[in-house]
């Protein structure tokens, strides 16, 4: 079993950066791909960022894209997500997620992660 443990979140203002990290430990990660979610209050769990494992190639969605950027590192192995010019609508738990590598998916949808963590919360004040 893989455990993923995220940190970093907190209160920014406006305009403001964080960098949210994501750590995985237990039983070594093999997916195919690391991601980052969020779910504002009242709202479904939405795709972020995502990064797929062996090709170190990024995507994003469109609401953070210029903004937010995903990036790893493999020893550890963690990934980042490095949230700049922050925006009220941003405030939201953010999750990270992973798969276990078993099928080639699209990566962009909860139900193509098998890991989750606990969640860090991003609140961003005007």
């Known amino acids: 079993q893989v455990r993923l443990t995220e940190s970093g979140g907190g209160l920014v203002q406006a305009g403001g950066s964080l960098r949210l990290s994501c750590a995985a430990s237990?039983?070594?990660?093999?997916?195919?791909?690391m991601a980052w979610f969020r779910q504002a209050p009242g709202k479904e769990r939405e795709f972020i960022a995502l990064m797929l494992w062996t090709t170190g190639s990024p995507y994003y969605a469109d609401s953070v894209k210029g903004r937010f950027t995903i990036s790893r590192d493999n020893a550890k192995p963690t990934v980042y997500l490095q949230m700049n010019n922050l925006k009220l609508e941003d405030t939201a738990v953010y999750y990270c997620?992973?798969?276990?590598?078993?099928?080639?998916?699209?990566?962009?949808?909860?139900?193509?992660?098998?890991?989750w963590g606990q969640g860090t919360q991003v609140t961003v004040s005007s």
């Open positions: 997620a992973g798969d276990r590598g078993m099928a080639w998916r699209s990566f962009r949808v909860e139900s193509d992660y098998d890991y």
């Open positions: 237990g039983r070594a990660f093999g997916g195919y791909a």
